[in-house]
């Protein structure tokens, strides 16, 4: 897959600086809850015609990208 820093952007004017798909205000998270609660990659560009496939895969490689850098912290 292509790099996915290239389609997503990080700009504290959008959406309070979440990561969002770049040229949209349509946030990685919004694109993950949107396949958690079950919608599927073709209903998701039907009710969202600016976004591609590659931006769903996108937001889940940014997503588990992410994922592989937390560290739990033991308090």
Do not use: V
Not at 1 to 30: A, Q, V, Y
Not at 41 to 56: G, N
Not at 65 to 72: G, L, P, T, W
């Amino acid at each position: 897959m292509k790099e996915f820093s290239s389609l997503i952007s990080i700009n504290p004017e959008i959406r309070f600086g979440k990561p969002c798909i770049t040229g949209t205000r349509i946030t990685i998270s919004d694109i993950l809850q949107w396949l958690a609660s079950g919608m599927s990659h073709a209903q998701i560009l039907e009710d969202y015609p600016s976004l591609k496939e590659e931006h769903i895969l996108a937001a889940l490689a940014f997503a588990a990208n992410r994922e592989s850098i937390i560290r739990i912290i033991a308090a």
